[in-house]
């Protein structure tokens, strides 16, 4: 009888121990689950805005950020936002890429050109094709020196799959390289463009960027 009693105690510490056990492991397998798909749901929403290189802050509303709808501004950077949408999200983000640096390109050419030739004077040995050519190319320069400059700050994907990036280009890239143009052209033509003209050059390009 001494001997039935204990035996049953024992199993019932032993099924006490077991039903403990067993709470134990399922509080920790939903702990787990929790928390594998709370990580989930923010590596999705964090992958949908996260900048492609530290440093750029992104305010978003309703899910959608601010740069896709207001390109911001910069004293060191100049700022676009590139959109493409196609069959795949990888062949999006690229054209998107294409898109924003075709609008710095062509930004650049237009603006660069202009103020060149506003400070520009037509003489003997600089005729007025001559100089539209010559300031068409330094235009050209500038463009391909700040595109390769470029770099991705921000990608969001919307509902329908479209991909929009934030492209940014230090101003000084610029800059630096119309300096560097008006240098040349001062020395071949110094009649054509004066150094007082191409300081004056420069001074309105650094203001209008």
């Given at each position: 009888m001494k001997n039935q009693k204990t035996h049953e105690k024992a199993s019932i510490?032993?099924?006490l121990a077991l039903a403990a056990f067993a709470a134990a492991s399922f509080s920790s397998c939903a702990t787990l689950t929790g928390l594998t798909a709370s990580g989930g749901r923010e590596d999705a929403e964090l992958s949908a805005t996260e900048p492609s290189t530290p440093g750029a802050a992104v305010s978003e509303a309703g899910g959608q950020p601010e740069w896709t709808r207001k390109t911001p501004k910069s004293a060191e950077f100049l700022y676009v936002t590139g959109y493409g949408k196609v069959t795949d999200r990888t062949t999006?983000?690229?054209r998107a890429i294409a898109d924003g640096k075709d609008?710095?390109?062509r930004w650049l050419e237009t603006k660069v050109q202009s103020i060149?030739?506003?400070?520009?004077?037509e003489t003997a040995s600089s005729s007025r094709t001559a100089v539209n050519e010559t300031a068409l190319e330094v235009s050209r320069s500038v463009s391909r020196a700040s595109?390769?400059?470029v770099t991705q700050k921000a990608l969001w994907v919307d509902a329908d799959g479209g991909v929009w990036v934030l492209l940014e280009v230090p101003r000084s890239v610029p800059v630096r390289q119309f300096?560097?143009?008006a240098k040349t052209l001062?020395?071949?033509d110094a009649a054509a463009y004066s150094e007082q003209k191409m300081r004056e050059a420069l001074k309105k390009l650094e203001e209008e960027l």
């Open positions: 510490y032993l099924a999006s983000t690229k609008q710095i390109s060149l030739l506003e400070h520009t004077s595109i390769s400059g300096e560097e143009a001062t020395r071949k």
